[in-house]
C-alpha cells in the first residue's frame, strides 16, 4: 500500500526566505508523486507532478519538486517566498497512471511572515 | 470556461439522515473522481466515475454511493450519516481517467456538518 507523510504540519517563513516543505512516500512500484496547494475555501490545485524522466521537475508560481529514489523524497521548495504562497500543500503518490488511487499526505500549513 | 461546480456550497445533516452532494465537471471533462477532506487532513479518495460507471473506489463504506449523469455530472449520496461525516467533500473532473497524465482540476468543495 502507498502512504504519504509530510514533516511539519505547518512551516512559517519570512518573506523572501527558502520555502521547503518535506514530503515522503511510499510505494511497492515507481510511484507517480504530485504537489497540491490548497487556498482557503478553494479546491486544490496542481502545482507540479514528477512520472518518468528528469528527477528535478518545475511547477507553476517558482515552485520545484527533486524526485530522490534512494531517499524516498519528493520535497518542494521555492527560493523567495510572497505572501502569496500561504496556503495549505499536499504531496501525494500514485502507483500507475490509469485512474487509481491517489493518496495525499495530511497536509502542510505554510505561513509567510512580513 | 467554468471550472468545476459544487452544490451547495454548505449543508447541515442531523445524524442518520441522508445527503445529496452534486458536482459539475469542467467543460469537456468526462471522468468525476469524489474526495472526502477531514478537517486537518489530506483529502481520501472515495470513488471515481467514468461511462457512467463506478471505475475505483477508496476504503469507504456501502453507505457513500455515487452516480454520473449522460451528461458527466455526478452524484455523491452518504446514507445513515454519522458524525465522522462531516468533512469536506471534494470532486475533481478529468479527461479519461485521472492519473498521472490526465490532470484532474477540482472544485471548491462541500462542507458537510453532521449534528
Known amino acids: 500500500a502507498q502512504s504519504v507523510t509530510q514533516l511539519g504540519s505547518h512551516v512559517s517563513v519570512s518573506e523572501g526566505a527558502l520555502v521547503l516543505l518535506r514530503c515522503n512516500y511510499s510505494?511497492?512500484?515507481?510511484?507517480?508523486l504530485f504537489w497540491y496547494v490548497q487556498y482557503p475555501n478553494q479546491g486544490l490545485q496542481l502545482l507540479l507532478k514528477?512520472?518518468?524522466?528528469?528527477?528535478l521537475v518545475k511547477g507553476i508560481n517558482g515552485f520545484e519538486a527533486e524526485f530522490k529514489k534512494s531517499e524516498t523524497s519528493f520535497h518542494l521548495t521555492k527560493p523567495s517566498a510572497h505572501m502569496s504562497d500561504a496556503a495549505e500543500y499536499f504531496c501525494?503518490?500514485?502507483?500507475?497512471?490509469?485512474?487509481?488511487?491517489?493518496?495525499f499526505g495530511p497536509g502542510t500549513r505554510l505561513s509567510v511572515l512580513p | 470556461d467554468a471550472g468545476v461546480t459544487q452544490s451547495p456550497t454548505h449543508l447541515i445533516k442531523t445524524r442518520g439522515q441522508q445527503v445529496t452532494l452534486r458536482c459539475s465537471p469542467k467543460?469537456?471533462?468526462?471522468?468525476v473522481s469524489w474526495y472526502q477532506q477531514a478537517l486537518g487532513q489530506g483529502p481520501q479518495f472515495i470513488f471515481q466515475?467514468?461511462?457512467?460507471?463506478?471505475?475505483q473506489r477508496g476504503n469507504f463504506p456501502d453507505r457513500f454511493s455515487g452516480h454520473q449523469f449522460p451528461n458527466y455530472s455526478s452524484e455523491l449520496n452518504v446514507n445513515a450519516l454519522l458524525l465522522g461525516d462531516s468533512a469536506l467533500y471534494l470532486c475533481?473532473?478529468?479527461?479519461?481517467?485521472?492519473?498521472?497524465?490526465?490532470?484532474?482540476?477540482f472544485g471548491p468543495g462541500t462542507r458537510l456538518t453532521v449534528l
Open positions: 501525494a503518490v500514485s502507483d500507475n497512471n490509469r485512474g487509481q488511487n491517489f493518496v
Open positions: 514528477y512520472t518518468t524522466g528528469a528527477t
Open positions: 466515475y467514468y461511462e457512467e460507471e463506478e471505475r
Open positions: 510505494s511497492s512500484v515507481p510511484p507517480y
Open positions: 467543460s469537456g471533462h468526462d471522468t
Open positions: 475533481a473532473s478529468s479527461l479519461g481517467l485521472a492519473g498521472a497524465y490526465n490532470e484532474q482540476f
